[in-house]
């Protein structure tokens, strides 16, 4: 079974960035789908960003299209999320998970799962 290692996460100041990655044990293009999720406390697991095996084509939740990017190194089986212009709301608990589907990037169809990595965004 896979084994996905997230790193990268910490405290940052608004406005800040981080950049995030996740390592595979495995050949990452055995997965359909890859990507990111966050969870704060007290809500629902959430897809922030998912990209495609294939073509590369990615997705991304609203509230983060256009300050976070996502991208893979194939080579390295590592996932990256690059995350700029951050907000106090997107402090939460970052998860890294493979095997479902991307175009929709929905928590529950996505078998494997890193442990988290913490992201506090605060002054």
């Known amino acids: 079974q896979v084994q996905l290692v997230e790193s990268g996460g910490g405290l940052v100041q608004p406005g800040g960035s981080l950049r995030l990655s996740c390592t595979f044990s495995?050949?990452?293009?055995?997965?359909?789908?890859v990507g990111w999720f966050r969870q704060a406390p007290g809500k629902e697991r959430e897809g922030v960003s998912c990209?495609?095996?294939?073509?590369?084509?990615?997705t991304y939740a609203h509230s983060v299209k256009g300050r976070f990017t996502i991208s893979k190194d194939d080579a390295k089986n590592t996932l990256y999320l690059q995350m700029n212009s951050l907000k106090p709301e997107d402090t939460a608990i970052y998860y890294c998970?493979?095997?479902?589907?991307?175009?929709?990037?929905?928590?529950?169809?996505?078998?494997?799962w890193g442990q988290g990595t913490q992201v506090t965004v605060s002054s």
């Open positions: 990209i495609s095996r294939s073509d590369g084509s990615t």
């Open positions: 495995t050949n990452i293009r055995n997965y359909y789908g």
């Open positions: 998970a493979a095997g479902g589907a991307w175009r929709y990037c929905q928590f529950h169809s996505f078998p494997f």
